[in-house]
């Protein structure tokens, strides 16, 4: 295609925008207020998908021993435990140390029982590793794996609390994924119908430039450009506005409710924009595109 | 050259708008096409255009089979076919220049060119003056005017004028004709369908008079044309 009938094209979707200035606006209201939600509801699930995911990393298994285990064979059970993908780390427990911290916990205030003892470590076959994982949803692969593992007695681990948080992960997978659906659905709709009114205002000139020889590539085109403007404006306007509006949130929640902190840190602007910019401009683009195809083949019989 | 051989044409069941109409209209020719308000007149201009396909028959243009020609390709058949109509066509939000250099741009000219074909076009018309006017600032027989301009500023080997005179006074239909037989003198093949009687007996051109579909009369040039 030649530069200038490049730049033909994308002056006749600027001017097909402007012509239908109403549904022009429209659209691209409807499109950023599109856009927008995607943007608050991408921003609140990345951010509780952290929590979850802090959560998550707390969530440990527990691999015991068999009660004669010597020191050596420990160390090679914890070097199987390393080589596993699932695994993000592990802490080895001495009987020593689980006494102490059971100590702590059980004897607060009455330490004279804990005395009883003397040196005799009641706990001495209670030596184990704290296996923290990558991802919850792996947990039941791990354990089948450490339980298989020679020297290892017992493998505990919270069934209930990983299932709620994958099942909670996979339900705000799904929601997303159903939001997500019926927003495109309502923003390549309106395109359509701008881009029809476009049609419907230009019968005539694409008459006449069918008669005098124009392509359907040619006929066509404009309307795309005016499809994909109308997807690129309506996605950069809330995107702009979320920028700042995350930016304020942050502040103001770090600074009005500092109790929080450490509770909810909320993801840094830039790493949520990141990804946030090019998907949204993706999508509007994408609808745009979508939407003004879609409508050309059905009403522009060229 | 212009060849229809056994051409029909049928909209729904009832008296076809075409029936069985063979003609040829050799290059360089000027051809009247004669006849009342359902003829067959503008059907066959249609035809022409590919803008409809015949029920039967064969249509050959400049040596190309039109039912042959695939739809992606048919832009390119009507780039050597230009077309006038009676209520001009013109683009009303842009200018005389803007109008013209329409067809230029639609066929992917070169900008040079448009710069080049233009301006000369629109002075063999005699609007050179006038490129900045838009079409409601313009008389009928100028608007008309344009309308040739940008049907031959892609130099068509043909040029199919529907009513070219419909919407003007006696005076503007005269120069527009004057006009239509300059075009043909330079080598353009021009076929114009008319109900101007006026005009088609003055002009002593090929006349063919069409009937409910059929044709029939078909006076050579110079011969004298009575209704």
């Given at each position: 295609m030649r530069i200038s009938t490049f730049l033909y094209t994308l002056k006749q979707g600027v001017k097909n925008i402007w012509k239908n200035k109403m549904f022009s606006l429209a659209s691209i209201a409807t499109m950023s207020a599109c856009i927008f939600l995607f943007g608050v509801f991408y921003s609140v699930v990345v951010n509780f998908q952290k929590v979850v995911k802090e959560v998550e990393s707390g969530v440990a298994v527990t691999v015991f021993f068999e009660d004669n285990i010597k020191e050596k064979e420990i160390k090679a059970i914890g070097k199987q435990i390393d080589k596993?993908?699932?695994?993000?780390k592990k802490v080895f427990v001495s009987a020593e140390d689980t006494w102490d911290e059971f100590q702590k916990v059980y004897?607060?205030?009455?330490e004279e029982f804990a005395e009883d003892?003397?040196?005799?470590?009641?706990?001495?076959?209670?030596a184990h590793y704290e296996v923290y994982m990558?991802?919850?949803?792996?947990q039941e692969s791990l354990v089948t794996y450490l339980e298989s593992?020679?020297?290892?007695k017992e493998v505990k681990s919270s069934d209930a609390a990983a299932n709620t948080l994958t099942d909670f992960n996979r339900l705000i997978g799904y929601v997303s994924a159903g939001i997500i659906l019926i927003l495109l659905c309502v923003a390549v709709f309106l395109i359509s119908n701008t881009v029809t009114v476009g049609i419907a205002v230009r019968r005539e000139e694409i008459a006449i430039m069918k008669l005098i020889g124009a392509t359907d590539y040619f006929v066509r085109a404009p309307f795309i450009v005016e499809g994909i403007l109308i997807g690129v404006i309506g996605s950069a306007l809330p995107l702009a506005v979320l920028y700042f509006m995350y930016r304020r949130i942050i502040f103001y929640v770090a600074d009005k409710f500092r109790w929080l902190s450490g509770m909810l840190d909320f993801l840094p602007v830039d790493q949520v924009f990141s990804v946030l910019v090019p998907v949204a401009l993706i999508l509007g683009v994408g609808i745009g595109f979508l939407g003004s195809r879609m409508t050309i083949r059905k009403h522009l019989k060229v | 050259m212009i060849k229809l051989e056994n051409v029909s044409k049928s909209?729904?069941?009832?008296?076809?708008?075409?029936?069985?109409v063979s003609l040829k209209i050799e290059p360089g020719e000027f051809v009247f096409v004669v006849g009342d308000s359902g003829s067959g007149k503008s059907t066959l201009i249609k035809l022409l255009l590919k803008e409809l396909e015949p029920t039967s028959g064969n249509i050959v243009i400049n040596n190309q089979k039109l039912g042959s020609i695939r739809h992606r390709d048919v832009p390119r058949f009507r780039r050597h076919v230009g077309v006038v109509f009676q209520d001009f066509?013109?683009?009303?939000?842009?200018?005389v220049y803007e109008n013209v250099a329409f067809a230029q741009r639609v066929i992917g000219a070169p900008t040079k060119s448009m710069r080049r074909k233009v301006p000369a076009v629109l002075s063999m018309v005699g609007l050179a003056a006038k490129y900045?006017?838009?079409?409601?600032?313009?008389?009928g027989g100028e608007q008309q005017r344009v309308a040739i301009a940008r049907a031959l500023v892609n130099e068509p080997k043909i040029l199919l004028a529907d009513e070219?005179?419909?919407?003007?006074d006696a005076h503007n239909a005269w120069d527009i004709m004057k006009l239509l037989e300059e075009i043909n003198h330079r080598g353009t093949t021009v076929l114009v369908v008319t109900h101007n009687q006026e005009i088609v007996r003055a002009m002593k051109k090929r006349v063919i008079t069409m009937k409910k579909g059929v044709i029939v009369g078909d006076e050579k040039a110079g011969d004298s044309y009575e209704d």
């Open positions: 596993r993908v699932e695994v993000s004897f607060e205030g009455a003892f003397a040196d005799d470590n009641p706990l001495i076959h209670s990558n991802d919850i949803s792996m593992l020679d020297g290892v | 909209y729904s069941a009832g008296i076809p708008a075409l029936n069985d066509r013109l683009l009303k939000d842009r200018n900045k006017s838009y079409p409601r600032e313009i008389s070219p005179t419909g919407n003007l």
